[in-house]
């Protein structure tokens, strides 16, 4: 399974992104499928996952602000995020678990910076 992810970019305060990523490969079956965001010297951390049946959780950070959607059928989820912080500079990953092995597979990461 290969995750690619796009959409990443450099954005002022308040502004908006979209990120997409694709999941390709054969012989998998994907449920929670979400994305996570890292910054230097910190753990990778939970920013909106979304199960094959539409079950959502959102990290505090991002409530109110960012929304997850999927398409089961081609695999691919989004991530809207408006209006943003300085402190959503980090690179965002995405992240896909296949249904039976539970192994998960991660995207190359996509760049997003928040200038005040």
């Known amino acids: 399974v290969q995750l690619q992810a796009s959409g990443g970019g450099s954005v002022q305060a308040g502004g908006s992104l979209r990120l997409s990523c694709v999941a390709s490969g054969s012989g998998f079956s994907i449920n929670h499928m979400g994305w996570y965001r890292q910054t230097p010297g910190k753990q990778r951390e939970l920013v909106a996952g979304i199960t094959r049946g539409g079950n959502i959780n959102y990290a505090d950070s991002a409530k109110g602000r960012f929304s997850i959607s999927r398409d089961n059928a081609k695999n691919q989820v989004w991530l809207q995020m408006n209006s943003l912080k300085p402190e959503d500079t980090a690179v965002y990953y995405c992240?896909?678990?296949?249904?039976?092995?539970?192994?998960?597979?991660w995207g190359q990461g996509t760049q997003v910076t928040v200038s005040s």
């Open positions: 992240n896909a678990a296949d249904e039976l092995s539970l192994y998960a597979y």
